[in-house]
């Protein structure tokens, strides 16, 4: 079965980091589009980063522009999330996912969810 399991999150102060980790298994990992999203409570779920493994391409938006860096390892079917200066407002259940459309981060696009990992920093 198509699987994502996100992992990594954890309470950090301001200005540290995180390293999130997502594992893909039982589809063909190069085929698809990964994404990293964010949901806190009382706002929309947004996409923070996303990569295509076949063609490396990446997109980020505003938001974390500069302090997030997401990056994959193709032989371990793995998508990691590098979040450094981290920021109160960084504070969300981070999710990864996976699409077989164009590299986007809209949520609605794509099709396969692991379960969250929680992200809390504090001021």
């Known amino acids: 079965d198509v699987q994502l399991q996100a992992s990594g999150g954890g309470l950090v102060q301001a200005g540290g980091s995180l390293r999130l980790s997502c594992t893909v298994s039982g589809f063909a990992f190069d085929d698809y589009i990964v994404g990293w999203f964010r949901q806190a409570p009382g706002k929309e779920r947004e996409g923070v980063a996303c990569i295509s493994s076949e063609y490396g391409s990446r997109y980020y938006p505003d938001s974390v522009k500069g302090r997030f860096t997401i990056s994959s390892d193709n032989a371990k079917n793995m998508v990691y999330l590098q979040m450094n200066s981290l920021k109160p407002e960084d504070t969300a259940v981070y999710y990864c996912?996976?699409?077989?459309?164009?590299?986007?981060?809209?949520?609605?696009?794509?099709?396969?969810w692991g379960q969250g990992t929680l992200v809390t920093v504090s001021s």
């Open positions: 996912a996976a699409t077989l459309g164009l590299l986007s981060s809209t949520p609605a696009l794509y099709n396969v």
